[in-house]
């Protein structure tokens, strides 16, 4: 925080640092403004002074302690029977995510290479980025009861749902071209010569190989 960590970073580490119900919405409400107050609430958890220096010091909980609310509780649209169902996959694969980032924080640590190290961080920053890619669909179909449509599963749905609507002919000529584009992304992978464009391409890849999956499906194709 003192480094100048986004402040949205800050309710992340609060939340991960088992904060009070009560706190989180205060924070919640404006992270920006309440910076300071995350920064005292996290000293005092943690025994650090003002000078972020560890110092011995027993725990001190900010307002009354409450236990968090559930992953459900927090998103209760995701128990409504008109809940889209690109949000309760996107639901299901944000707990996915989740882990993978902080199996491959321990991860981080054991590296032995600077090239197992590249590539470990690498995929660590993916599972965050997507993470909060999710976060954010959620998050915004909370306050308005509509899609945002950024996340890549959103096409990826749709297009499954146009795939039924297309004979076996041309279901064969579809499967034929995503064939293509896959060994296409790749190629484009393996040559590792933008890794900015890293998780882009690998959004393409999987939704890709998804859609080829189904049309192989409809087709009784192995």
């Keep these: 925080m003192r480094a100048g960590a986004n402040a949205e970073e800050g309710v992340q580490l609060l939340i991960e640092a088992g904060a009070p119900s009560l706190t989180l919405r205060l924070i919640k409400s404006n992270p920006v403004a309440n910076r300071r107050l995350m920064i005292d609430w996290l000293c005092k958890k943690y025994g650090i002074d ?8 027993s725990q001190v909980v900010l307002f009354s302690e409450r236990k968090p609310k559930s992953f459900r509780d927090e998103f209760p ?19 996915t995510k989740y882990h993978a980032y902080v199996n491959l924080h321990k991860q981080l640590r054991e590296c032995t290479s600077t090239e197992q190290c590249a590539k470990v961080a690498r995929e660590l920053i993916n599972s965050y980025l997507e993470n909060r890619m999710i976060w954010e669909e959620l998050n915004y179909y909370q306050q ?3 899609i945002l449509g950024k996340h890549p599963i959103f096409t990826a749905f749709h297009r499954r749902r146009e795939l039924l609507t297309l004979n076996v002919k041309q279901l064969m000529v579809r499967q034929k071209r995503l064939r293509n584009n896959i060994w296409r992304v790749q190629d484009e992978m393996a040559k590792r010569d933008k890794p900015h464009l890293e998780l882009e391409r690998r959004a393409r890849l999987q939704a890709y190989q998804s859609e080829l999956a189904e049309i192989n499906r409809l087709l009784g194709d192995e």
């Design 144 to 146: 308005h009861h509509s």
């Design 50 to 57: 003002e000078d972020y220096t560890y110092v011995a010091s």
């Design 77 to 95: 649209f995701l128990s409504e029977p008109d809940c889209p169902a690109e949000l309760e996959a996107l639901a299901s694969r944000k707990f």
